[in-house]
């Protein structure tokens, strides 16, 4: 089946997240020409690149104003590409501000338009909607929420999993460095990760309140280790500039680019919300989340965000398999609730057993891989069937089910 493909992709991790779905896509059929924009890992998965926009991915108002200009050529090219006739799909990845108007223009063609890993209108800006009903036609959902809602408001969708525990499976760790963290106690029992987040602002905001956490559950138990795993070595040093003298004591440890390891390695850990905890809950490691907001923010958030819950797992599920915590204004709850939250999980292991149970139903419902195979496969339908092709050349099975 001979056929092309046009890819938008704006963001790092989107790029990781189509790469293994254009890998996908090609061992389907080698003949399916890939092209579009995205970055350095799709074009080394085989798509042709018209232009590597993650290198212009922004966050926030402030950074994106300046760049609007650029943007809208931007979604020019992909017309111009669009208006020559040769594209018969368009997978958006994630980057809804850009990629909306990608679909817009795709639409003026013809052309479908399929959106993988959706804009969380869920979540927050579900004015836009409308929007997404005008501009794609099939949603390829990567949380259950994301079913429920979309199809709720009449857009096509199908639940594929999230690529993130595809990356989680094909990830090799370093097993030397597991045992180097874990040492005579092979369980590792006695470790707890620390992820004080991956943005400035949120290391920044989060770190002094888990580092006078560490401080008090060292005093209550003195076996504890505590590995913080950074994500940047900027991140990691302002991290050790913020320990006093006297913390030169504690039983703390440093690491960058290598959150994986720490996390298989630990008990449980504290940490600040984000997608890192999917991976969590792909590696079976409870763990107390926290954020911390301005009072202005948290305000405004109240009437913008549709949630009961700042984490992804917690999303997923009908109860907290991970106790959770905004934090506004004094930082004294924050601290208490993950001094306490963390000393539960390290003393009571009832409680422990009672989250480990929590993530096991959880992680066998959803933390399978095999997303990024299901989207390719669907997407490989989707055109056999729009060529006219015999049914056995669009066949698409075996979805993951989800929770009643």
């Not at 293994?20 to 092209?35: F, K, N, P």
């Not at 460095?177 to 987040?197: I, K, M």
């Not at 008990?267 to 997608?275: L, Q, Y």
């Not at 700042?310 to 993950?338: C, H, Q, W, Y």
Request: aromatic share 10%; with cysteine.
């Amino acid at each position: 089946m001979s056929a092309n493909i046009f890819f938008s992709v704006g963001e790092p991790s989107g790029d990781q997240h189509a790469a293994r779905m254009v890998s996908q896509i090609l061992a389907l059929d080698s003949t399916i020409q890939v092209r579009g924009f995205g970055g350095q890992a799709m074009r080394d998965a085989g798509c042709h690149l018209d232009r590597d926009l993650t290198q212009h991915a922004v966050v926030g108002l402030v950074e994106v104003i300046p760049k609007l200009r650029q943007f809208f050529s931007f979604a020019d090219e992909a017309e111009e590409i669009f208006r020559q006739g040769n594209v018969d799909a368009v997978v958006l990845v994630d980057f809804p501000g850009f990629n909306w108007h990608v679909a817009k223009r795709a639409k003026k063609y013809g052309i479908p338009v399929y959106y993988y890993c959706p804009p969380q209108l869920w979540a927050w800006g579900g004015w836009r909607i409308k929007k997404m009903k005008r501009t794609v036609d099939h949603v390829l959902a990567v949380l259950p929420v994301e079913q429920d809602y979309f199809e709720g408001h009449g857009i096509p969708t199908t639940f594929v999993g999230h690529p993130f525990f595809d990356a989680v499976d094909c990830q090799s760790l370093d097993h030397q460095l597991l045992d180097q963290f874990r040492g005579t106690n092979l369980s590792g029992e006695h470790l707890v990760a620390v992820l004080p987040g991956s943005r400035e602002h949120e290391v920044h905001s989060n770190w002094p309140l888990m580092l006078e956490a560490i401080r008090r559950l060292n005093r209550t138990n003195p076996r504890a280790r505590f590995l913080v795993a950074a994500y940047r070595d900027r991140q990691c040093l302002w991290c050790r500039d913020q320990m006093t003298q006297q913390d030169q004591d504690l039983p703390i440890e440093f690491f960058v680019g290598r959150t994986s390891e720490v996390v298989e390695a630990a008990r449980c850990a504290m940490m600040v919300s984000g997608s890192v905890s999917l991976e969590l809950m792909a590696r079976r490691t409870p763990a107390a989340v926290v954020y911390r907001v301005g009072r202005v923010l948290h305000s405004v958030g109240k009437y913008l965000l549709n949630l009961d819950s700042i984490t992804l797992p917690n999303l997923m599920s009908d109860r907290k398999v991970f106790p959770e915590m905004v934090s506004v204004g004094k930082t004294e709850p924050a601290i208490d609730f993950l001094t306490q939250s963390i000393n539960a999980m390290l003393n009571d292991h009832f409680y422990f057993r009672g989250l480990l149970e929590s993530l096991d139903g959880l992680r066998g419902q959803y933390a399978q891989p095999g997303a990024s195979q299901r989207a390719a496969e669907f997407i490989h339908c989707q055109l056999a069937n729009h060529a006219g092709l015999p049914a056995e050349h669009g066949n698409y099975q075996d979805l993951p089910k989800r929770a009643a």
